[in-house]
């Protein structure tokens, strides 16, 4: 009785020995783990639309404000409407100039039509921006759209007030002068080459994520 009792001891113990060895292995496989590491990809791309949507209205604030108290500075504080110009760097002169086309004097308009018709073309440009904006996922674009914005409303107000941009930075070099442009016609350029770099950049995201 007791050979029987000990060749069937063994016996019943290999079956566990299998079995623990097989959850094992089910545990080393890492297909389990995958959809572990796409969770963390995804976090740390998932930026909530709207995030930068303060600071772009600051920036865009900021410019703003800055574009009108040079203007009110130039007109009112310079006189350069009676001085002509004034001398400011070798490159770089004060010269007052209503520009009644868009920026840089490019597709003048004259008579009310032309004003108004720009006009409109400005404030439906900041709210295009603007939605813009909300959906931003990236500081570039943000930064970019508020430039875009302040720029776009600052040069509309004048042409509601005085019914033309008022423009007064001349550069000049080696014999040849730029367009005479004010400080939102800057900031829009500055958007505009922020939004090209954010598009061009490797690693950019396209569109916001769901």
């Known amino acids: 009785m007791q050979p029987r009792s000990a060749s069937i001891m063994p016996r019943a113990k290999q079956p566990n020995k299998k079995r623990v060895s097989t959850k094992t292995a089910k545990k080393k496989t890492p297909r389990r783990r995958a959809p572990a590491r796409a969770k963390t990809v995804r976090t740390t791309l998932a930026v909530p639309a709207g995030r930068y949507l303060g600071m772009g209205l600051l920036i865009a604030g900021v ?22 110009k004034i001398y400011v760097a070798p490159f770089a002169d004060f010269v007052l100039a209503m520009n009644r086309g868009i ?6 308009q004259d008579g009310e039509l032309g004003r108004w018709l720009l006009f409109s073309i400005k404030i439906a440009a900041s709210v295009l921006f603007f939605f813009w904006l909300r959906r931003a996922v990236t500081p570039v ?11 776009a409303l600052g040069n509309a ?18 014999g040849y002068r730029w367009y005479v442009f004010n400080l939102a016609d ?6 505009v080459i922020g939004l090209i770099y954010d598009a061009l950049r490797p690693n950019a995201l396209k569109s916001p994520p769901e």
């Open 63 to 84: 410019i703003f404000a800055l574009d009108q108290l040079t203007k009110y500075a130039v007109l009112n504080g310079l006189d350069l409407a009676a001085r002509g």
């Open 103 to 108: 920026s840089y004097g490019l597709f003048p």
């Open 141 to 151: 674009v943000a930064a970019s759209l508020g430039l875009l914005i302040g720029g």
């Open 157 to 174: 107000l004048d042409r509601a007030i005085y019914g033309a941009v008022v423009d007064f930075v001349a550069l000049h070099a080696f």
């Open 186 to 191: 800057a900031a829009i350029v500055a958007g």
